[in-house]
């Protein structure tokens, strides 16, 4: 099977570069035929990484430990669910992964657009195929998935137990779904600049795309997010961490696109400057891509230290040069069609938003690379941590938040000051109010939250203000009901009350935001059994005391579990008892580990318990004290190594499992202390409350709607046009 | 290398072989007249950005963002400008229903 898989990644990659050198052969010589025949060629790509990736899912799938990804990934006792998604917990895995959805979604851009741009489309499909050559390139000479070790080990080492978290099933191909699909505008905009054709045609051919690149990528950041709040035991769901930086460069830069790209599409205005963001953007995700492989910073999240460093430096040198070089050199044809009437309108104040966007971005980068930075300038790797972020991107958090209030209650060209007086009083009052009655919870002494909380409602209340004018203007119009006059309304302008939607998700999400990190309060104690600690706001928890159990499948023991019973109380009355736990994984595949011991030298992962609420999440997770256990298990281990030999296989088996399964109960028996860490952390949920209603937006946003772009139509041009309109 | 992956990997080459091939096969395409093609569709995407120009407008004016003085000139004017790239779209022979 591995050499089927070999077979098939090589004949992906020599599909890919026939696709470059036969689309650019058909754009240069005008060569229709060779142009279908590269189109064919990115078909042909997705069916074959498709099969290359089905033959690793079955070696995954089929504990086939001849792979040498699957022995250091999987093992016998991974769970089944995870067993299908260590494909991509590994850097030749993720490789691959990258490879077939840039394959499958360059297919459906090319599919779909296969009647229109087709003097752009030659220069799109060779630059996507030139992505795939890449990643095809390092699949076949420099990380394989399918390598394969000399003899065949009985059982895996297993999948990095952080890994087992059902959100980290998804997280990936979401992550890596936006980053590909971002190659899709890239593309079309690198075409669409080689044969100077910068008019919106490109934008609309691929703005679904974008919006799809910018929706993955969103939903990968905040399943990323989740997991760390909810796996790592840390008790944060956001670290700036290089990698998580990394997802939030192109994000930012696509979400600015994905805004200025409206005022081109409009006016004709902002050509070189979405040109350069979509260029950006597409840059940035490979950088993003390459950020978790290279091993030049520091990540939790990162594969750590690989050679596949130079190539990607090589590709984004390259991305950078060429999109420079394409830009500097269309300046002529990149003139804006008009200039910008007013400050008063929503073009001006998408493009505040863009500086805010982009200076967010900025940040991001600078904070990311500062270590490189500092250690070339002086020799030192210095790093800079969450304070540094916060001083320069809270400020930005909260023009961005002004702005997305701003905006939907300003109109294109031209304003008047009196319409916008008239269209702010409502939701000036609300964020006015919402500042004064927090005064009096103590909110004043975070004056950065008051104004989050003030913008937020300011902005909520706009978008509140749009749809419910919006709703009273169809009624007007139609008669409809109120509630299918709101359906109906988003239904014939998704763009804009999905743009909306977007904007009330995110002022939600800020709230959490601001309310979480400002009002935290954490606390780490070391706690006896029946011992009480505050935990501030009026809530305590009491150690009531350890607890402990096996976990196993059918294959053997997953782990052993050590955790601890807590009771929460409100102002002394009962609220909820957390079962915070610690994870123990065998070590596998080490003969140096003891008999007993090794059920306790592999990795182990925090379990946190909370209770978890619209006002505020109540955290924990403890870390138990197993020193006294550890005595024991080191005797066992000299126990059972003069044993080894001496007794049959069963009953060593046997007197190992209850070996274990004595040190596991004694460990609840015993009732040592143990260490919690316990958060008290309002609205959280907020934040996953606003990206659910970010991604609903999305979806209004992406929605397909009826094909306008080929009607037809002859004479009496003003009816004509009344009457296309009447029929959108 | 197994027979399996042997006859693997041939068969996906054949299938990716015929698939690519199919167009080269039939001779020379008739070329594009990309000139056209391109000129059509430019005006194409132009009037429909200003049909959603026209309806934004008309939004923005219902939802009290225009001032009706402002909104009956800038409709008349992007609807100006849709006649004038219809006209466009028929000289280029494009329409007709």
């Not at chain 1, 980290?168 to 980053?179: D, E, T, V």
């Not at chain 1, 913008?455 to 509140?464: K, M, N």
């Not at chain 1, 009480?532 to 009026?538: A, C, E, K, S």
């Not at chain 1, 607890?547 to 499948?553: G, K, L, Q, Y």
Request: aromatic content about 12%.
């Amino acid at each position: 099977m591995a050499d089927l898989g070999r077979g098939l990644t090589f004949l992906a990659f020599a599909v890919a570069v026939y696709g470059v050198v036969a689309a650019l052969y058909g754009g240069i010589a005008g060569r229709r035929e060779w142009v279908t025949s590269a189109r064919r060629a990115v078909y042909a790509l997705a069916g074959l990484t498709t099969a290359a990736f089905v033959v690793l899912e079955l070696a995954f799938l089929r504990n086939d430990f001849s792979f040498s990804v699957v022995q250091s990934h999987s093992s016998i006792t991974t769970p089944f669910f995870y067993k299908a998604a260590a494909a991509w917990s590994s850097q030749e895995g993720s490789l691959l992964l990258w490879l077939w959805l840039l394959s499958m979604w360059s297919s459906l851009v090319i599919f779909l657009t296969r009647n229109r741009m087709r003097d752009v489309q030659p220069y799109a499909i060779a630059t996507l195929m030139g992505f795939a050559t890449f990643f095809g390139g390092l699949l076949v000479f420099a990380v394989s998935p399918f390598d394969t070790l000399p003899v065949t080990p009985v059982d895996g080492t297993g999948l990095n137990p952080l890994l087992r978290h059902p959100s980290m099933m998804i997280h990936p191909p979401m992550l890596y779904s936006g980053y590909t699909l971002w190659a899709v505008p890239f593309a079309f905009a690198v075409g669409a600049l080689v044969v100077r054709r910068v008019d919106a045609e490109w934008i609309s051919a691929t703005r679904r795309f974008a919006l799809g690149a910018w929706l993955f990528l969103g939903v990968g950041i905040l399943l990323g997010a989740r997991w760390s709040y909810a796996e790592l035991g840390w008790g944060g769901y956001w670290a700036w961490d290089p990698v998580e930086n990394a997802s939030l460069l192109p994000w930012l830069t696509g979400t600015a696109f994905l805004h200025s790209i409206m005022v081109q599409e409009k006016r004709g205005m902002l050509k070189t400057w979405n040109a350069s963001l979509i260029l950006a953007t597409g840059t940035l995700a490979i950088l993003g891509t390459f950020l978790v492989r290279s091993g030049i910073l520091d990540s939790i999240h990162a594969f750590g230290a690989s050679t596949l460093g130079v190539p990607f430096v090589v590709l984004i040198g390259l991305m950078v040069a060429g999109s420079v070089a394409l830009v500097v050199s269309r300046r002529d044809v990149l003139r804006s069609e008009h200039k910008l009437d007013s400050l008063l309108s929503r073009e001006a104040i998408f493009l505040g938003n863009n500086i805010v966007l982009v200076g967010m971005a900025f940040v991001v980068f600078w904070g990311t690379f500062f270590p490189l930075i500092s250690e070339a300038l002086t020799g030192n790797k210095q790093s800079l941590g969450p304070p540094w972020y916060d001083k320069y991107v809270v400020p930005l958090a909260l023009a961005l938040v002004l702005l997305s209030g701003v905006g939907p209650v300003i109109a294109w060209r031209r304003a008047t000051p009196k319409n916008a007086r008239r269209n702010f009083v409502w939701p000036l009052v609300a964020g006015v109010v919402t500042a004064i009655a927090l005064i009096p919870f103590g909110v004043a002494g975070r004056p950065f939250a008051l104004i989050m909380f003030a913008f937020a409602a300011f902005a909520i209340g706009t978008i509140v203000q749009e749809f419910s004018r919006g709703v009273r203007a169809r009624k007007a119009m139609t008669g409809e009901p109120a509630p299918l006059a709101f359906l109906t309304l988003i239904r014939r302008n998704r763009r804009r009350y999905g743009g909306y939607t977007i904007h009330l998700g995110m002022a939600v999400l800020f709230i959490g935001v601001a309310a979480s990190s400002a009002f935290q309060h954490v606390h780490t104690v070391e706690l006896k059994k029946g011992q009480v600690t505050n935990l501030g706001r009026g809530y305590t928890a009491r150690y009531d005391g350890p607890t402990s159990r096996i976990d196993v499948t059918a294959d053997g023991v997953e782990r052993l579990v050590f955790g601890a019973k807590l009771t929460v109380f409100k102002h002394d009355k009962k609220l909820t008892v957390l079962r915070p736990e610690r994870g123990y994984y065998p070590i596998e595949g080490a003969p140096f580990a003891g008999a007993v011991g090794r059920y306790f030298d592999g990795e182990s992962t925090s379990e946190i318990a909370m209770k978890a609420g619209l006002g505020l999440d109540i955290w924990s997770a403890v870390t138990p004290d197993l020193d006294p256990t550890l005595a024991i298990v080191k005797k066992g281990d000299a126990v059972f190594r003069n044993a080894s030999g001496k007794m049959d296989q069963k009953a060593y088996s046997a007197a190992l499992g209850t070996t274990i399964r004595t040190l596991t109960d004694n460990y609840a028996k015993s009732a040592p202390p143990a260490t919690f860490r316990l958060i008290v952390s309002p609205m959280v949920t907020w934040i996953w409350l606003g990206a659910l209603v970010v991604f609903l937006g999305g979806l209004i946003c992406i929605w397909p709607t009826a094909d306008l772009a080929h009607r037809r139509a002859t004479a009496g041009y003003a009816a004509r046009v009344a009457r296309e309109l009447g029929r959108a | 290398m197994d027979v399996i992956a042997v006859v693997g990997v041939l068969a996906a080459a054949s299938a990716a072989g015929y698939v690519v091939a199919g167009p080269l096969r039939g001779g020379r395409a008739e070329a594009d007249d990309a000139a056209y093609q391109s000129q059509l569709e430019d005006l194409e995407a132009a009037k429909e950005a200003r049909y959603r120009e026209i309806r934004e407008a008309e939004m923005d004016f219902r939802t009290g963002k225009l001032s009706e003085v402002d909104y009956k000139a800038i409709d008349r004017q992007l609807r100006a400008e849709a006649m004038e790239l219809l006209r466009k779209l028929d000289a280029l022979g494009a329409s007709g229903d």
